[in-house]
């Protein structure tokens, strides 16, 4: 359906902006949370079309570089921005992490869309400190942005290898159902009937 479709049947549309941990990743995409969320909001009577514009391997720098065109090409109502994983895993700078999300997250507002923070966490093999400071960086991003946060998407599960990859990062398909639990909460306020 274009979006010039979707505007005339009055459906709004739910751009879910991520990587990997949202492209459903080593599985067929039915298999995937975002899938299982348009599911659940169909059988639940929300009029919303979700756009997965999740790309495996995606950093923030790569989000920001495309988030504009994203934004104009589907004009969703609502943004789950859901990236910082391989910024994290590739020990980049914190810093330069948060400033693309926060452009971003500046980027979803101008057009007059709402924003939910999807957060991530990295095992402590990292450093301890790095570990923390990447906690940290939504907590802060989303109180300065004002903007909902689900702190760690991978909440109750990421160590439980029967919800998780042989790679130790990805939920399997019994696992995508626990990343749409954790999510649904946060975004349930943001949905409109």
Not at 75 to 97: F, H, K, S, W, Y
Request: hydrophobic letters at 45%.
């Amino acid at each position: 359906m274009t979006c010039n479709a979707a505007a005339a049947t009055g459906e709004r549309t739910l751009l879910v902006f991520g990587d990997s941990l949202s492209a459903a990743y080593g599985l067929r995409a039915d298999q995937g949370w975002v899938a299982r969320l348009q599911q659940r909001l169909a059988s639940q009577g929300y009029g919303y079309r979700v756009v997965n514009a999740s790309v495996s391997g995606e950093t923030t720098s790569g989000g920001r570089n495309r988030i504009d065109r994203a934004l104009s090409q589907h004009r969703p109502a609502i943004v789950l921005l859901e990236l910082g994983g391989n910024d994290a895993l590739r020990g980049l700078p914190v810093r330069e992490t948060q400033a693309n999300l926060k452009a971003m997250i500046d980027a979803v507002k101008r057009v007059g869309s709402k924003v939910l923070l999807l957060g991530i966490q990295i095992p402590p093999n990292y450093g301890a400190a790095y570990a923390q400071s990447v906690r940290a960086m939504y907590v802060t991003l989303a109180a300065e942005a004002k903007v909902p946060l689900v702190p760690f998407i991978l909440e109750g599960f990421a160590l439980d290898p029967n919800y998780m990859q042989a790679d130790g990062i990805h939920p399997n398909a019994a696992g995508q159902p626990k990343v749409l639990e954790n999510v649904w909460p946060s975004l349930s306020r943001l949905l409109e009937r």
